[in-house]
């Protein structure tokens, strides 16, 4: 029986077999496969055409909305501008209304002329260099033949690319680990360099040829390791570090965003020079031919290379794990490590923990204990999330879970901001910064409001405005009287204080200053309250960035509308919290304000507005079906169950998002599984059979069938 196809995302375009430098940790040259010898220098025109064709044809029959492509060699920039130039036409003519390309480059920067930026410019190639930190460092390994240092070369190149009219092409900085050099000096001499991402790798290494050991500690990895994330948390996290961001992603349940770390299937193949395909490129260091497929671009398609028994084998998640590693606390993190890092020559072959098990462990437990994520549950109240029977504590968790991600919008954003004007962004930051070293409680105001994380957002897209920032900050500080005043932006005539009003400045321009005593009077216009039972909401119909819902938004409701929703809404909560306490309790934790809809967002008339603390909600006046108490009551909870699911796919890999049908099916009998209750109607009749089917599906990750499995329980 055929194998079923998994689509492949990444492609990994060999352009050069030879390079210009001798480092002494390289897999191409120094490890197991010597292959490299016998292929062509320099990729052929033939070649790049048939792989552009055969990634265009693959994308389309799968329907990938994305594909990722990545230039590589030897060294890439010896291939020559012109036929650099071709492969990048090629390309891109290819998958041209078919689907986006991601198009990058991995170079070690030495040959990085303006000639070829301008190229790179030209076509969207973003560039990642190879540099393992300061020259002490980057000496120990990365050598032209004759033993000549490339530190400096390599520095000039990245220089280049850090110009103004460059910059945007910059993807990061790769490090090999060395644990006998300074940690701390490596991440200082990169962190200088201001480069938007750092990928720290550690050296490839199997049981067969471990890696370098020092006498002493046993997790000489893990402890180097720490220590530069040590210095990078007292920086105040000044750039992402991918290996640190996919061990915290997964430890909740994310994705990896590495090959290195986690479950989840590897979609990643390798075109060398002669055309043939290979797994994945680190394979090479586990024996000579183990990447081998025995297919290529002139006779075979992208399918019959994922239906591949190596391809497949790495695509098991923990069932093709040993049973050391499917017994570990930290699997769901770690993955087992690179699967290259598995090998021994023996009959084990890759049956067995990676050669860094010790230190992938060590490193594991370490972030989780400095980032309070418990290693043995995905998130505190995750069953009792699935299973309804949830007291308000996952849902807090949800929230801190958030707050955070928005934090790290914010931190973004000012790393992005850093060659704008910052006038007013400026003093608002550094406002938000004394909010979290002094005043937790207020930085959490800040951030738990929901629009916060949307205007951000929008921002880092180039859609909003900056300043926004002291308008979020001003509403956090200004009514409890911490600061005197805030210089303020004016928005259309008015200033903006999200979740607490705005001020009419009509004919003003710029920015103002705002005090206390500017928060009342006749040009005043407070947000309404809903007060219902022990709650109150904010029903917000002025924030300037509450349209994140599916559906335009009202404005300024007259006072009759409003009395309509102060009549309906405690009527329609009193249901809630007599028929599904437990929602209630959480409702009660999360949901901070409700923005009237101008009209119901597809079928139905409530949306989750980004997450679950802000509710979007269609009242009819005069329309006696639409604000009947069961019936808000309903929406209400369907909208919120929804927004719930949404944060928690932010933190948690429920299932396979390729396969939409059992995204829509999750989504469905999640908010089913709660409004039946309202209505009195019997799970089986409906809900019930829904749920045999998602539980059905393959999509499914481990931690989404423990999922499911819950909602089961509550059925």
Known sequence: MTSPVVPLQQLVLKVHSRCDLACRHCYVYEHADQSWASRPRVISEDIVSRTARRLA????????????????????????????????????????????????????????????????????????????????????????????????????AIGRLRQDRYRHLFAGLLCTVDVRNDPVAVYDALARLQPPRIDFLLPHATWDAPPLRPEGPDTPYADWLLAVHDRWTEQGCPMPVRLFDSVISTLGGGPARTESLGLEPADVVVIETDGTYEQADSLKTSYDGAPVTGKNVFEHSLDEVSRHPGMTARRRGIDGLSTLCRRCPVVRSCGGGLYAHRYRGDDSGFDNPSVYCADLKRLVEALGDRTGIDIRRPLDG????????????????????????????????????????????????????????????????????????????????????????????????LPTGMVDAVEVPVTNGFVELPGVG??????????????????????????????????????????????????????????????????????AWDVIARTLPGVAAGMATGLRVLTPLAAPPGCRPVAAGSGFAALGLHLE???????????????????????????????????????????????????????????????????????????????????????????????
């Open 57 to 156: 044809e693959h994308a389309e029959a799968h329907g990938l909305a994305s594909v990722q492509v990545i230039l590589h060699g030897g060294e890439p920039l010896l291939t020559g501008p012109t036929r650099l130039r071709f492969v990048c036409e090629q390309l891109r003519a290819a998958l041209h209304g078919v689907s986006d390309l991601d198009l990058r480059i991995h170079t070690n920067g030495l040959q990085l002329t303006e000639r070829y930026l301008d190229l790179f410019a030209e076509y969207d190639v973003r560039v990642g260099i190879s540099l393992d930190g300061d020259r002490a460092a980057n000496d120990r390994h990365r050598l032209y033949r004759d033993g000549r240092s490339s530190h400096d070369r390599t520095l000039a």
């Open 382 to 477: 995750f069953d009792a999330l699935a299973d309804g029977t949830d007291d308000g504590t996952a849902v807090i968790a949800l929230v801190e879970v958030r707050q955070g991600v928005t934090l790290g919008l914010l931190k973004e954003l000012n790393t992005a901001l850093r060659h704008s004007d910052r006038k007013v962004w400026d003093p608002a930051w550094q406002l938000a910064l004394d909010l979290q070293a002094h005043d937790a409680v207020r930085l959490a105001a800040l951030l738990v409001h929901p629009f916060t994380r949307s205007w951000a957002v929008r921002c880092l897209d180039g859609a909003a405005s900056p300043d926004h920032l002291a308008s979020l900050v001003a509403a956090t500080v």
């Open 502 to 571: 705005r001020l009419h400045h009509e004919g003003v321009r710029g920015t103002v200053r705002l005090t206390p005593g500017d928060l009342s009077g006749s040009r005043w216009e407070p947000v309404r309250r809903l007060k219902l039972g022990q709650l109150e909401l904010a029903l917000d119909d002025i924030d300037p960035y509450r349209d994140c819902f599916d559906a335009p938004v009202k404005s300024r409701l007259p006072d009759h509308d409003a009395a309509l929703w102060r009549e309906v809404l405690p009527r």
């Open 621 to 715: 006046v005069g329309g006696s079906h639409a604000t009947e108490p069961a019936r808000v009551a309903a929406d209400l909870v369907r909208g919120f169950r929804l927004g719930l699911l949404d944060v928690l796919l932010d933190e948690c890999e429920l299932y396979d998002e390729r396969d939409t049908r059992t995204g829509v099916l999750l989504a469905d009998v999640y908010a089913r599984v709660a409004t039946d209750a309202l209505f009195g109607i019997p799970s089986a009749a409906g809900t019930g059979a829904k749920w045999r089917a998602l539980s059905e599906s393959d999509a499914l990750t481990v931690l989404g069938r423990r999922f499911v499995d819950g909602m089961g329980r509550s059925l």
